[in-house]
C-alpha cells in the first residue's frame, strides 16, 4: 500500500513567519501534487510537479520535488491569514492521486 | 459557472435506505472520480472513470454502484446505507487519466447516516 505521511500534521503560527510542509513516501510517484482545502469546500490545485529535484515558485510558496520522487516539500515565506487552511500533497501512481494525510495550517494575524 | 457541480450538498439519512449523490463537469475532460474524506481528513479514491468507462475501483462495497451515462456526468447510488458511511464524498475530473492533471474538485456532499 502506498501512504504518503506529512508533517506536521497542524502548525499554528503568527503572520510573518516562515514555515514548511514535508510530504514523505517510501514509494516512488510519477508526479506530485499540493492541494489547499479550505472548510466545507473540495481541494484546489496549487502545483504539479513531474521532474526528480524539480522547484516550482508560486508567489510566497515554493515547491520540491524530491530527486528519488519519493518525497516533496512546501515552503511558505512570509504568511498571511488567507494562507490558512488544510495543505494535501497527493502521488500520482497507476491512473490515481494517493492523497497524503493533511496539514492543518492556521495563521494568527 | 460552476466547473464541478455536485448535488445534494448535504444528505442526512436513516440507516438502511439507498441514496444518490449526483456529479456534472462543463470542463471537457475526459475523466471523472469519486474520493470519500473521512473525519480526520483523509481522501481515498473510490472510483475512476475515463470516457465513461470504470478503470479505477478500489475495494469498495458493492453497495456503492457508481454510473456514468456520458463523460461529463458521474453519479453515486449507495444501497442499504450504514452508520459508517457518514463522511464527505467528493466528486473531481481531470483532463486525463494521465496523473500529472490536476484534479478539479466539486465541493463535496456530506453525508450523515443515522
Known amino acids: 500500500t502506498q501512504l504518503l505521511e506529512q508533517s506536521p500534521q497542524f502548525l499554528s503560527i503568527q503572520e510573518g513567519e516562515n514555515l514548511t510542509v514535508y510530504c514523505n513516501s517510501s514509494s516512488v510517484f510519477s508526479s506530485l501534487q499540493w492541494y489547499r482545502q479550505e472548510p466545507g469546500e473540495g481541494p484546489v490545485l496549487l502545483v504539479t510537479v513531474v521532474t526528480g529535484g524539480e522547484v516550482k515558485k508560486l508567489k510566497r510558496l515554493t515547491f520540491q520535488f524530491g530527486d528519488a520522487r519519493k518525497d516533496s516539500s512546501l515552503h511558505i515565506t512570509a504568511a498571511q491569514p488567507g494562507d490558512t487552511g488544510l495543505y494535501l500533497c497527493a502521488g500520482g501512481s497507476s491512473y490515481k492521486l494517493i492523497f497524503g494525510s493533511g496539514t492543518r495550517l492556521l495563521v494568527r494575524p | 459557472d460552476t466547473a464541478v457541480s455536485q448535488t445534494p450538498k448535504y444528505l442526512v439519512t436513516q440507516m438502511g435506505n439507498d441514496k444518490s449523490i449526483k456529479c456534472e463537469q462543463n470542463?471537457?475532460?475526459?475523466?471523472m472520480y469519486w474520493y470519500k474524506q473521512d473525519s480526520k481528513k483523509f481522501l481515498k479514491i473510490m472510483f475512476s472513470y475515463n470516457n465513461k468507462e470504470l478503470i479505477i475501483n478500489e475495494t469498495v462495497p458493492n453497495r456503492f454502484s457508481p454510473k456514468s451515462p456520458d463523460k461529463a456526468h458521474l453519479n453515486l447510488h449507495i444501497n442499504s446505507l450504514e452508520l459508517g458511511d457518514s463522511a464527505v464524498y467528493f466528486c473531481a475530473s481531470s483532463q486525463s487519466a494521465q496523473t500529472h492533471y490536476g484534479y478539479t474538485f466539486g465541493s463535496g456532499t456530506r453525508l450523515t447516516v443515522v
Open positions: 470542463l471537457g475532460h475526459d475523466t
